[in-house]
């Protein structure tokens, strides 16, 4: 036992230190603000590349997160239904209420406390992968342009709120149409500043809407998916013949 532990304590050690090493030698600070650049301007153009107005004619969309959690959205009433393992949880993402059921059976007290908390969190992270261009103009959200430590100029999106993690910040970078291509990050969940992820394979849906179905990092592991990706104006536009929602 007394090796055991010696050995797990320089694992641990290990560990660190390469926590450590990674941090300083990958990890880049937030971006230098540019001055006299107009952000406004340029999420407008950001908005225009993705068909802002077709998105906010859609009424129903429904999506699959990296082959896990599965989702359909009344984007109308903002109810959703929220699906994975053998979970279903029909979801107010506003007043985060919602039911919760396992197996086919409804769940109370705890369990769907827990139950809701989970897809609410689900939620709020899948949600931004699918939609976040869409949103860069939302309340909380302000914008500057700045450039990052190799002079690269992009759109900064700095969250003071909403969601799980207020306080992150994404630098977009666009392409001449203003269509993004990917961003860097500073985010709570991440300990090193300014990972990049792209934003590619890009898809149409019903009305001209643009949707980024891929999201693919530095190294090969950090991929994200989006797949059976679908919208529309009324459920059967979707294959269901009414809601699948009941809250």
Known sequence: MRYLKYGLGIL??????????????????????VKDKDADALAQKMLGAVNIQAWDTLSYIKWTFRGAHHYVWDKENN????????????????????????????????????????????????MFWLAAPFKIKDPGVELNVAKDSEGK??????????????????????????????YKMWVKIIPIGGVYTSWEDWITLQGGTSIASTHQGNVDFLRIEITNISGGQTWEDLGYEGSPITL
Request: aromatic fraction near 10%; glycine fraction near 12%; charged fraction near 20%.
């Open 12 to 33: 641990i050690g290990i560990i660190v230190l390469l926590i450590v090493v990674v941090r300083f030698t990958v990890h880049e600070s937030r971006p230098e603000l």
């Open 153 to 182: 100029e992009g759109l900064l999106a700095s969250y003071s709120s909403g969601g799980v993690t207020p306080g992150d910040a994404y630098l977009w970078y666009l392409d001449d149409n203003g269509r993004p291509t990917g």
């Open 79 to 126: 109810n959703a239904l929220i699906e994975w393992d053998d979970y279903t949880v029909h979801l107010d993402p506003d007043q985060i209420t919602g039911k919760v059921l396992k197996g086919g059976k409804i769940l109370d007290g705890d369990q769907a406390s827990k139950g809701i908390e989970t897809a609410w969190s689900y939620w709020c992270n899948d």
